[in-house]
């Protein structure tokens, strides 16, 4: 199998997006910006979703599902969310087409269908589900109500890319209402929480928690919480948010509640989400010039077997080994797949799962077989050995462990090799030209320096770190006072 891929020094973006497609993760589809998951791909999105519901519902979290459609009308009823999303509004005007009767066989929109009220497809669901709520929602008994939907949602973007940014895609949003003020912040930093968990041990990917500015904030948030994970190429990705919404969609769509003191009070919110962005920051934090390199909590498969043979003979003795082999490493939830096709040679299977980012595979032949023995090789490091059979089932659940650290050890180092601190404007913009990374740097608070740094550089501010030292010091591009280094880079 020839991968013929182009290599992240030669051209990053097209190395990602030819890793994307050849590596069967996805393809763009017949509607413009909008994607095919293909099964692969689904596959490690799927184990992402597993993983999260699991850490919802251990949150208390339940799930439900609202309309794909909000009426105008209610979209606008908050109106810095209405104006955050209106440019990436698609909307639906009419709800049947006729024949065209100048050209046969032809559909056009039937004039006399028109909507009396114009729908937008949901670019996410704060208006549709806060307008129920407010019929969801009488007394402090109601609450909290911690309410997730898996769904999709439309942006229309112009600029596409494959899992980063594309006009339709997969999420999950969770929106919550609460009774005080305080436990809606605690909630959103509870999710910021589970997601960082999430990324950190089950992608392998390090974050930085943090809180956005709030020219940065989501549009209709009181504060934004985020992860920022760091890529290869030195951009940023911004892999979650969770959003403390204050009071202001129940202020807009009047739910309230009565307090146990007898008083009639509007509620405080939440809303969070991931989306299959995140399949993008998978592949860009861990593969290589030779394919995907996946971590095994995410791997489809873990482990796969290639028997190598000449005669029918040897392939019903190999197989009959390897048969046991699969069975147990099963019984220790070890994913595994026997590839025992007969249509392609082992070179072949071995570049396409290397290309697929299968974290172990295994090769047997007939001098393994009267060894004992099986040729190891790990898709992380490359490298290779003979591992005798016996016990072998227990020698790979510990060689994943290490695979899924390693992984994460080696991204650390990355993230921890390209944060930069500056401490002037002319080292900032050398470093993020010529070095790239997070550059952490003083900044003077206001959105006005914000705006002429990125209008500058193309670098944002990603996070405030919530962990950041508070230090005196100059902003970096106007000399006025700072209390603390925030964090800049360029970002997807």
Same mark, same amino acid.
């Given at each position: ?10 051209? =990053? ?5 030819? /890793?994307?497609? !050849? ?35 251990? @949150? ?13 009308? $209610? ?20 709800? +049947? ?24 497809? +949901? ?8 307008? @129920? ?24 973007? $112009? ?31 509870? $999710? ?24 940065? +904030? ?26 403390? *919404?204050?009071?202001?969609?129940? !202020? ?11 008083? %009639?009070? =509007? ?5 969070? #989400? ?7 920051? *998978? ?7 030779? #394919? ?16 190598? =043979? ?44 290397? *290309? ?15 060894? &004992? ?21 227990? =020698?790979?659940?510990? /060689? ?44 003077? &608070?206001?959105?006005? @320096? ?5 209008? %500058?550089? !193309? ?13 005196? #010091? ?19």
């Amino acid at each position: 199998m020839s991968k013929n891929l182009t290599t992240r020094a030669e051209d =990053y973006s097209k190395w990602y997006n030819e /890793l994307v497609v !050849k590596a069967d993760l996805a393809e763009n589809s017949g509607v413009r910006g909008c994607m095919v998951i293909k099964p692969y791909g689904y596959a490690i999105w799927e184990k992402m979703q597993g993983e999260l519901d699991r850490m919802f519902k251990e @949150t208390g979290h339940t799930n439900a599902y609202f309309p794909l459609f909000v009426p105008k009308s $209610m979209f606008e009823a908050e109106e810095k969310n209405a104006e955050g999303f209106a440019k990436e509004c698609a909307i639906v005007t009419h709800y +049947r087409l006729t024949n065209d009767p100048d050209k046969k066989g032809k559909l056009i929109v039937d004039p006399e269908a028109k909507l009396e009220e114009e729908l937008i497809v +949901r670019p996410t669901s704060e208006a549709i589900i806060w307008s @129920t709520y407010r019929g969801w929602v009488q007394s402090y008994r109601d609450l909290p109500l911690l309410i997730n939907q898996w769904a999709n949602v439309v942006r229309w973007e $112009m600029r596409t890319r494959l899992f980063l940014r594309t006009a339709e895609f997969l999420w999950q949003e969770g929106h919550t209402a609460h009774a005080t003020r305080l436990e809606a912040i605690e909630e959103s930093e509870k $999710m910021m929480h589970v997601y960082a968990d999430f990324v950190e041990n089950f992608m392998a990917i390090p974050v930085v928690k943090g809180l956005k500015t709030e020219s940065e +904030r989501f549009a209709g948030a009181d504060e934004t919480y985020c992860i920022e994970a760091l890529m290869q190429d030195g951009k940023a990705l911004q892999a979650g948010t969770s959003h403390f *919404l204050g009071q202001n969609f129940a !202020k807009a769509f009047d739910v309230k509640f009565t307090s146990k003191e007898g008083k %009639l009070e =509007y509620v405080w919110g939440t809303s969070w #989400g991931v989306s299959t962005r995140l399949m993008g920051a *998978l592949v860009m934090t861990h593969s290589d010039d030779n #394919g995907l390199v996946l971590p095994p909590n995410l791997a489809p498969i873990q482990v796969v077997i290639v028997p190598i =043979y000449k005669t029918d003979e040897q392939f019903d003795a190999i197989s009959e080994e390897v048969n046991k082999l699969v069975t147990a490493l099963r019984k220790l939830n070890i994913s595994v797949k026997f590839d025992n096709r007969d249509t392609h040679k082992p070179g072949f299977k071995f570049a396409e799962w290397e *290309l697929k980012g299968v974290p172990v595979r295994l090769a047997i032949g007939p001098k393994d077989l009267e060894n &004992g023995t099986y040729e190891v090789a790990r898709r992380d490091t490359l490298s290779k050995e003979v591992v005798n059979k016996e016990g072998i089932e227990v =020698y790979l659940q510990d /060689l994943l462990e290490t695979i899924q650290k390693d992984l994460f050890i080696r991204a650390v180092n990355y993230r921890t090799q390209h944060t930069t601190e500056v401490n002037s404007f002319e080292e900032f913009k050398d470093v993020l030209e010529n070095k790239g990374g997070f550059v952490a740097a003083h900044w003077d &608070g206001t959105a006005e @320096t914000e705006e002429k740094i990125k209008d %500058l550089t !193309k670098a944002t501010i990603r996070c405030i770190p919530l962990d950041r030292v508070e230090e005196a #010091g100059k902003c970096v591009f106007t000399g006025l006072p700072s209390k603390g280094r925030v964090l800049f880079a360029k970002a997807y």
